[in-house]
């Protein structure tokens, strides 16, 4: 199943493809197949529309196999699971809703599955979102909520009885959260002991000393064998002649591939971690793979999840500690079938898992984080983990602060959180091979009632995404985006958090869809000042940019679009030996995002980073061909590629590793007398490795 930015990128790939096919068709050929591909995922829509509509199950199942979306609005502007919800239809919604629907889909007019529900008294479908992940309390278009939806006009209502019995299952899921289930049984859970007395807040800061702190030279991109000017001084990943260079092929299926991760071990071992859709079970899985030669040759790939049968695997993170150990992080659902979002930072109760390859040999899959339940009291919603500055893994993940702090907790039985008390909770755990630390307290928000709001309760701020690194003591410090119940940010807002302190540090303007998607990372210069690696929406060109906290400097822009235009579709920033910064970007220079690229650079501060460069270098992978199979008709295929995230490491030697995502897309159409007859489209993800 494609995410939204993969679908994105479909349909403007496709369109490209549109434009190609007319630029280059020979007097005989057809028009663009564009239409026809529109004209086949319109009857897919047409088709699941169609059978939600009926109560046909097995019709949707059909549909879905064939390559419905799952998410996209139908004729009538509503998502699948939205028809379903209004319909009452619990059995679609349930599976929907197991296939990755978004359960809080908004429709055309602002209004989401749960609203439709509610305003047509379908109890049955407000139960099924609801187990869901549904928000009850979400707002939609003018303001409405599921409450509102589900009022009764009246004791003359038709459904009177119907919207009553909503608007209990409504109030109670506000109240008291949905039905908590039991944990992964699969999984080996470490004691949870919150602490009985917060440990003091030091007063002076942590040394901040980055996870490499050596001097070891790292070789730039520009300086490498494999990287080329082109005919138009472009610097890229290419032979002399233009041509590109391949990568190295590390993924299982060529399916759906997300969250590459490589990293170094001491001895040499290169170690890469992703999230794969298996090609036959169609689940997503953790795999790992090593290699020993210096990327020449690699183990077989190793599921680390497929231990977990009917458990949803999401994002996944991969360190190496100084003792060579290597640990593959993983989130999970907290029950066997409970969706997990594949993106990296979506929030939802989840687990955190891990398993630790000491030795030669894999451990058990290890509860990191508390086992979780359906109301985010416990599990994790955000998290980030690094090694720090001494060699140990470290993970931090934020929550609901039900667990430890009763005092906030309402109701006769105090087990209920008021309406405004965010996920502002921080934990942190040590993992020392199989036995990781007990989550321990770090950090949460202040707690307060609001003035503006009498006997409201305590209130406090929450975290949606949060990114850093941990010193050689240990200490975490990291930024996050603040959410808050009562003050509204007009842009993403992050705050800097270390030593018990919170600090206002960067306000990100534009869409919070760059903010959720790509958060920014916080790294550390060779002098030791800190960064913000963020997108730039709002200027005239979009771009990365590199902010110094502390500074009066304007941030520095690492790399934006040549055109108005353009483009930045995602970036990745990561530490590098001796306090220089690497940032992946996927950016286009046209709009198009069948133009797109990944580019490259590093820094070692002071606002100078080395010239971007082409790492994968589409352009020179793009290809037509059309042959005449009669008088009047021809086939074409026309093929493109665009970038999907990557990530980078160094060797010992200081050559930097690349592990990224390249997806090609093939467009082909059958052309009879000037008509389209037949059409389809293709795309194949690939992970490459690439050692410059």
Request: hydrophobic share 40%; charged share 20%.
């Amino acid at each position: 199943m494609m995410n939204k930015k993969h679908l994105r990128r479909f349909f403007t790939v496709t369109a490209f493809a549109a434009g190609a096919f007319n630029l280059w068709r020979p007097a005989m050929f057809l028009a663009d197949p564009a239409s026809s591909i529109a004209r086949a995922d319109a009857k897919l829509s047409g088709d699941l529309a169609k059978a939600i509509r009926a109560g046909d199950l097995d019709a949707v199942k059909v549909a879905v196999d064939a390559g419905a979306d799952i998410n996209a609005l139908d004729e009538r502007k509503m998502p699948p699971i939205g028809v379903a919800a209004l319909l009452g239809k619990t059995d679609i919604i349930n599976y929907l809703a197991e296939k990755g629907a978004d359960v809080n889909r908004n429709d055309g007019f602002g209004f989401t599955p749960l609203m439709c529900a509610a305003q047509r008294g379908q109890a049955g479908a407000v139960r099924a979102l609801i187990k869901h992940g549904a928000d009850p309390a979400l707002k939609g278009s003018g303001g409405s909520t599921p409450l509102l939806c589900a009022m009764p006009k009246g004791p003359a209502d038709p459904i009177f009885d119907e919207k009553s019995a909503v608007t209990k299952i409504l109030k109670d899921a506000i109240a008291a959260g949905p039905v908590a289930v039991k944990p992964n049984p699969q999984v080996t859970n470490p004691p949870v002991v919150p602490p009985a007395d917060p440990a003091p807040v030091k007063t002076t800061p942590a040394d901040p000393t980055p996870a490499v702190t050596n001097n070891q030279k790292v070789v730039l991109p520009t300086e490498s064998a494999i990287v080329n000017k082109s005919d138009k001084g472009v610097l890229g990943v290419a032979e002399k002649n233009g041509k590109p260079i391949d990568g190295l092929k590390l993924s299982q299926h060529d399916s759906d591939i997300f969250t590459p991760n490589i990293s170094v071990a001491s001895d040499g071992t290169i170690h890469v971690a992703f999230v794969e859709k298996h090609r036959t079970t169609y689940a997503l899985a953790a795999y790992h793979r090593s290699s020993s030669d210096g990327g020449k040759t690699w183990t077989e790939a190793k599921n680390l999840s497929e231990v977990m049968p009917g458990w949803i695997v999401g994002n996944c993170r991969l360190l190496v500690d100084a003792k060579n150990r290597a640990y593959v992080i993983w989130r999970t659902g907290i029950k066997e079938g409970f969706l997990v979002p594949p993106d990296a930072y979506f929030g939802h109760p989840t687990n955190l898992v891990y398993r630790v390859l000491d030795g030669g040999k894999w451990s058990k899959v290890i509860n990191l984080s508390p086992p979780g339940s359906e109301t985010p009291t416990n599990g994790a919603m955000q998290w980030f983990a690094e090694v720090d500055a001494a060699g140990r893994a470290q993970a931090c993940w934020n929550n609901d602060p039900a667990v430890t702090h009763k005092e906030l907790l309402s109701g006769s039985n105090h087990d209920t959180h008021t309406v405004g008390i965010y996920p502002g909770i921080v934990f942190q755990s040590t993992l020392d091979g199989s036995t990781p630390t007990a989550a321990r307290e770090v950090f949460m928000t202040k707690v307060a009632e609001d003035p503006k709001l009498p006997n409201s309760g305590p209130l406090c701020d929450g975290f949606g995404v949060m990114t850093g690194y941990f010193d050689a003591a240990g200490q975490s410090h990291f930024v996050a985006n603040i959410t808050s119940y009562i003050k509204k940010a007009e842009h993403p807002i992050f705050d800097l958090i270390e030593n018990g302190k919170r600090t206002p540090a960067i306000e990100t303007p534009g869409t919070g869809f760059e903010t959720w998607h790509y958060p920014p990372p916080l790294l550390l210069d060779a002098k030791e000042n800190r960064h913000v690696i963020s997108i730039y929406a709002a200027g005239e060109r979009p771009n990365v940019r590199d902010t110094q906290l502390g500074s009066d400097d304007e941030p520095t822009v690492i790399r934006a679009a040549t055109a108005v235009k353009g483009t930045v579709d995602g970036f990745e920033a990561y530490q590098a030996p001796g306090g220089k910064m690497v940032v992946l970007m996927q950016m286009n220079d046209t709009g198009n995002d069948g133009d797109s690229d990944t580019y490259v650079s590093i820094s070692e501060g002071g606002g100078k980073w080395s010239p971007a460069v082409d790492i994968t270098n589409n352009s020179g992978r793009q290809s037509f061909m059309s042959r005449q199979t009669g008088v009047i008709t021809n086939v074409a295929l026309l093929k493109r590629c665009y970038p999907g995230m990557a990530a980078a490491t160094f060797d010992k030697d200081g050559h930097m590793l690349v592990l990224m995502i390249n997806n090609e897309f093939a467009v082909v159409a059958s052309n009879v007398g000037g008509a389209t007859v037949a059409g389809g489209s293709t795309r194949t993800p690939t992970l490459q490795f690439l050692k410059f």
